[in-house]
C-alpha cells in the first residue's frame, strides 16, 4: 500500500519545454504510465519517450522502453481521450495557475505542480479556484510524489528510493532527497514520499498528508521535514499530539536563519511570534516527535522514534 | 522588491487612495524649490521633510555626521515667517540630510546615505490608526489588519493588546467587501464623513493590495483629519518578486543602492543569495538543504558566509556566477558544495565548478559533495579536471566537518 500514487495512476504532463519533457522521460524509464501530454502550440502531434529502462522503478520490465504520448490542446480533451487520473505542471510560472485551474476544471483527481516561481496572489486565485472541488493539489514548488517501484511524478532522483515502510513529507525537494536517501541505507524504505512544495500558499499541507500515512497500513512511521516560516509545522504538532497513531521523526530547517529576511513586516502578527525553527521544535517535540539535530540524522531519528512505539 | 515611501504614494495616489500632497527631490534646489507649490496647494504653512531609505525607524532615527538632525522634520517655521522661512529652513536641513548617513532601529549600526528627500505638505491630525494588507497563510487570503493604535509598532500592539486588533479577510472572489470595510472603520471609531470616507479608502487599499501584487501593503499611521478625511501619512510597499513580470512600472522603481550588491548581481544569475557574517562559503542546490546546510555548519563549529541556492534551473554559467560571487567575498576561508540533485543535475553542478576554479582560480579549500541525478558523471568531472585542493565528501556531516577543519 501507499497514498496518492501507485501502477493505477495514469499521468498526463502539461508542458512537454525542455525541463518538462526531461523529467517526464525520467518518470516513463522508471515505469510510470504516462498517457498524454498537453502543450498548446504542438496539439496534435506525438511525444516520444524512449531509452534505457531505470530499473530501480517498476520491476519487470524490458531493458528499454518506447512510450508515445499523444500531445493535446486542452487537458479536458487529454482525459477524454487517455483516462488520465493524474497530472504534473512543468508550465512557467506566469501560467501555471491558470494550468491548474484547467486540470480542476477536467476533474483530474490529483494535479502535481512542480513549477516554482507561481504568484502569491495567483496561488490564492487557484486556491479560492479549488475549494470544494475533488481534485487535490500537490505543491507548487515542489519535487512531486513517488510511490517506489510503482510511481515516480515530478523531478526526484528516482534510484535514492526503496519501496519500505516510512512515509517521508516535506517543505523542501532536496531535504526529501536527504531523509529518503538515509531511509533507503537504513532499511527501512519508503512507503510513498511527498513534497508539498515551499511556497507560502501551496494545495496540500502537512496535516493532509499526515492524515493519509495515519490510514495507509503499510505506512508504519513518518519522516516530516519542515522549514522556517508559517505556522504549518505548528498546526502539524496539534494534529499530531491528537490524531497520530504512528511514530514521527521530524527535521526543521533554518536554526541559522538571520531572522528578518524575507520575513514582512506585518506578517509576523499573523503568526503571532511563531515560525522560528525553535519554536517548531518545541511544538513537534512536545507532540511526541523525535528531532533529528542535523539533516543526516533524519534516518537515525525515524530508528529512534520507531524503537520507542516498538513497531521497529 | 521594495519601494520607498515616495513611490508608494504615488502608486496609491494613481489609484484614488488619500495621500497629502508631496514632492521628490534628489537635490537641495528641488526641495527647496518644492516648497512654494506645496504651501500654496495644500493652504497649510506647515511642511513635512522626510529622509527616503528602505529601512523603518526614519521619524527616531538620527544623521550619523549630525546628530541633532532627525530622519524626518517637521517645518513649523512658515506659520510666523511665510513661505521664505520654510524656504530658508527646507535649503538648511536638506543640505545637512543629502548625502549624509541616516541610522535607525533598522538600519543598523552602519546605516544608510540618504540620497532623496520627500517633501509633504502638514495635515491637521486628529487621530492616528493603522491598517494594513497582508498574505495569511494558514488561510491563503490576504488579510486587512486595522488597529486604533497608528504610529507605534503593531507587533507591540499584537503582543500587549491584541484586542486592538481587527482583521479581515479578504476573499479573492469579491475583494474586501463593503461590510467587511464598514465594519473595520466602524471597529477604528470613525463616525460621519470620516465614516465615509474611511470605507472609500480601506477598499481601494485592499484593491491595490491585489492588483499591484503587493506582498506588504501597510499604513502607520493613517490619519483622520480634523476636516474628516482619511489619509495615508505613511506608506511601506513591497511586491512579489513572482509578479513583477505583470508591473513593469514597479520594476522601473528598484532603486538599487538600497541593496547588496551581491544580491543582485546573484538575482541577475537566477541566484537565491544572502550575505552572512561567517568564513564558510555555500553553494547548495534547494533553499530547504541551502538552510540545512549552514545549520549543520554551525553544528560543526563553523560559520557560514553565506546562504546560496543556486535553483533548479540553473546552467553551468549561473553556477560558475555563484561561485565567483562566493570567492569575491573577503572572509570566505573555504567553500563547501552541497548538492543532492532532483532538478539540478550534479554534471551540471560540477561543469560549473570546474569552469569557475578555471576562469578565477582556487585559493581556498573547496569541499565537494554530489548525490543524486546524474552523480557518477559529476564526480568524473570534478576528478577529472584535476584541480589541486578539491576534497570530495561522502555525504552532508562529512562535507561539512572537512570543510570547517580545513578552513580553521
Redesign the interface.
Known amino acids: 500500500m501507499s497514498i496518492l500514487v501507485n501502477t493505477d495512476t495514469k499521468l498526463l504532463v502539461q508542458g512537454v519545454g525542455n525541463?518538462g519533457r526531461f523529467?517526464a522521460d525520467r518518470s516513463v524509464a522508471y515505469g510510470t504510465n504516462l498517457v498524454g501530454a498537453v502543450h498548446p502550440s504542438r496539439a496534435g502531434q506525438t511525444e516520444i519517450f524512449e531509452g534505457e529502462t531505470d530499473h530501480s522503478g517498476v520491476p519487470g520490465r524490458p531493458d528499454t522502453y518506447h512510450v508515445e504520448a499523444p500531445i493535446f490542446y486542452t487537458v479536458r480533451e487529454a482525459v477524454e481521450a487517455t483516462g488520465a487520473n493524474a497530472t504534473v505542471i512543468f508550465v512557467p510560472?506566469?501560467f501555471a495557475g491558470d494550468a491548474i485551474m484547467e486540470a480542476a476544471d477536467a476533474e483530474i483527481p490529483l494535479i502535481i505542480c512542480i513549477t516554482?516561481?507561481?504568484?502569491?496572489?495567483?496561488?490564492?486565485?487557484v486556491?479560492?479556484y479549488l475549494a470544494g472541488k475533488p481534485t487535490r493539489l500537490i505543491g507548487p514548488n515542489c519535487?512531486g510524489v513517488i510511490t517506489p517501484h510503482e510511481c515516480r511524478i515530478g523531478?526526484?532522483?528516482g534510484y535514492?528510493h526503496k519501496a519500505g515502510r516510512v512515509g517521508v513529507v516535506?517543505?523542501?525537494?532536496?531535504?526529501t532527497?536527504?531523509a529518503v536517501?538515509q531511509l533507503t541505507q537504513n532499511g527501512l524504505g519508503q512507503t510513498t514520499a511527498v513534497g508539498i512544495g515551499?511556497d507560502?500558499?501551496?494545495g496540500t499541507n502537512f496535516v493532509d498528508v499526515l492524515k493519509m500515512f495515519n490510514d495507509d497500513p503499510a505506512t508504519e512511521g513518518v519522516v516530516m521535514?519542515g522549514?522556517?516560516?508559517?505556522?504549518?509545522e505548528e498546526?502539524a504538532a496539534a494534529w499530531i499530539k491528537a490524531n497520530m497513531k504512528k511514530p514521527v521523526a521530524g527535521?526543521i530547517?533554518?536554526?541559522?536563519?538571520?531572522p528578518g529576511?524575507r520575513m514582512?513586516?506585518?506578517?509576523?502578527?499573523?503568526?503571532?511570534?511563531k515560525g522560528t525553527a525553535a519554536d517548531k521544535m518545541a511544538a513537534l517535540t512536545d507532540a511526541g516527535v523525535v528531532i533529528a539535530?542535523?539533516?543526516?540524522d533524519m534516518g537515525a531519528a525515524m530508528m529512534e522514534a520507531m524503537k520507542k512505539r516498538e513497531v521497529a | 522588491m521594495k519601494i520607498h515611501e515616495y513611490q508608494a504614494k504615488e502608486l496609491m495616489k494613481a489609484r484614488g487612495i488619500a495621500v497629502p500632497e508631496g514632492q521628490v527631490a534628489r537635490t537641495v534646489e528641488e526641495a527647496v524649490a518644492a516648497v512654494r507649490p506645496l504651501v500654496e496647494g495644500s493652504g497649510n504653512p506647515v511642511v513635512v521633510l522626510k529622509s527616503q531609505i528602505h529601512a523603518g525607524g526614519r521619524g527616531k532615527g538620527r544623521f550619523k555626521e549630525h546628530p541633532e538632525v532627525a530622519g524626518v522634520s517637521v517645518i513649523t517655521d512658515g506659520i510666523r515667517g511665510g513661505v521664505r522661512a520654510t524656504e530658508e529652513r527646507v535649503r538648511e536641513l536638506a543640505k545637512l540630510m543629502l548625502g549624509s548617513t541616516l541610522e535607525t532601529v533598522q538600519t543598523g549600526p552602519e546605516g544608510k546615505q540618504v540620497n532623496r528627500l520627500y517633501l509633504e505638505a502638514g495635515v491637521d491630525i486628529e487621530r492616528e490608526l493603522y491598517v494594513s494588507v497582508v498574505l495569511d497563510r494558514e488561510t491563503g487570503r490576504n488579510v486587512m489588519i486595522a488597529s486604533t493604535e497608528g504610529g507605534v509598532e503593531i507587533e507591540e500592539v499584537a503582543e500587549h493588546t491584541p484586542e486592538k486588533i481587527l482583521r479581515e479577510p479578504i476573499d479573492p472572489l469579491t475583494g474586501l467587501a463593503n461590510f467587511q470595510a464598514a465594519r473595520l472603520a466602524h471597529g477604528l471609531g470613525l463616525t460621519g464623513d470620516a465614516l465615509k470616507n474611511g470605507v472609500r479608502f480601506l477598499k481601494a487599499l485592499a484593491q491595490t493590495a491585489e492588483e499591484l501584487d503587493a506582498d506588504l501593503l501597510e499604513i502607520n499611521p493613517l490619519v483622520v483629519t480634523k476636516q474628516g478625511q482619511v489619509m495615508a501619512l505613511d506608506g511601506k510597499m513591497s511586491f512579489d518578486n513572482n509578479a513583477l513580470f505583470r508591473h513593469k512600472n514597479i520594476t522601473e522603481m528598484r532603486d538599487p543602492s538600497e541593496e547588496d550588491p551581491a544580491e543582485i548581481e546573484a538575482g541577475n544569475f537566477g541566484l537565491s543569495f544572502i550575505k552572512l557574517d561567517g568564513t564558510i562559503g555555500c553553494l547548495v542546490n534547494g533553499a530547504g538543504l541551502a538552510m540545512a546546510t549552514m545549520d549543520i555548519i554551525k553544528h560543526e563549529g563553523g560559520e557560514p558566509a553565506n546562504f546560496l541556492d543556486v535553483g533548479g534551473g540553473a546552467t553551468t554559467e549561473n553556477v560558475t556566477a555563484a561561485f565567483k560571487i562566493i570567492t569575491k567575498d573577503p572572509n570566505v576561508r573555504g567553500i563547501f558544495v552541497n548538492i543532492f540533485g532532483g532538478i539540478m543535475k550534479c554534471d551540471t553542478i560540477a561543469n560549473g565548478v570546474v569552469e569557475a576554479v578555471q576562469q578565477v582560480g582556487l585559493e581556498v579549500p573547496l569541499v565537494v559533495r554530489l548525490e543524486g541525478t546524474n552523480v557518477d558523471l559529476g564526480k568524473q568531472i570534478i576528478s577529472g579536471a584535476g584541480i589541486p585542493g578539491v576534497v570530495s565528501a561522502d555525504d552532508m556531516r562529512d562535507g561539512a566537518q572537512k570543510i570547517v577543519e580545513l578552513a580553521r
Open positions: 525541463f523529467h510560472g506566469p516554482e516561481g507561481i504568484a502569491i496572489m495567483d496561488m490564492v486565485r486556491k479560492r519535487p523531478i526526484m532522483p535514492i516535506s517543505r523542501s525537494g532536496t531535504l532527497y536527504e536517501h515551499g507560502p500558499v501551496n521535514i522549514e522556517i516560516g508559517g505556522t504549518a498546526e527535521f530547517a533554518g536554526t541559522t536563519a538571520p529576511k514582512g513586516h506585518a506578517g509576523a502578527i499573523i503568526s503571532g511570534g539535530p542535523t539533516p543526516t
